[in-house]
Nanobody
Framework: QVQLVESGGGLVQPGGSLRLSCAASGFEFGNYAMSWYRQIPGKELELVAGIRWFRDTTDYADSVKGRFTISRDNDKKQLYLQMDSLTPEDTAVYYC??????????????RGQGTQFAVSS
């Protein structure tokens, strides 16, 4: 059974940094692309960052490019999102997602319950 458990949310000041983690279980983690999505209040679910299984190829939404870094540890079955230079516009619930295949274009299969953080002074 696929399980994805996010952690690392909270409150951070503008300009600050935060790292989200996602513990995965119930599938061969290293064989799948993984992604982070976010739901900003009042807006649709947004794909923030994705990472393929092969050579850790990554992709980012324009809104976070240069500020966020997605990474994975296949041995530990962990997915990470390092977020720097945070702004109030980054306030959202962040979800870890398993993709259907090895590429980001394969589509979302499952996602976790989400972790929320707010950027505020």
């Amino acid at each position: 059974q696929v399980q994805l458990v996010e952690s690392g949310g909270g409150l951070v000041q503008p300009g600050g940094s935060l790292r989200l983690s996602c513990a995965a279980s119930g599938f061969e983690f290293g064989n799948y692309a993984m992604s982070w999505y976010r739901q900003i209040p009042g807006k649709e679910l947004e794909l923030v960052a994705g990472i393929r299984w092969f050579r850790d190829t990554t992709d980012y939404a324009d809104s976070v490019k240069g500020r966020f870094t997605i990474s994975r540890d296949n041995d530990k079955k962990q997915l990470y999102l390092q977020m720097d230079s945070l702004t109030p516009e980054d306030t959202a619930v962040y979800y870890c997602a398993k993709m259907r295949g090895s590429t980001l274009g394969s589509g979302q299969d499952r996602r976790g319950q989400g972790t929320q953080f707010a950027v505020s002074s």
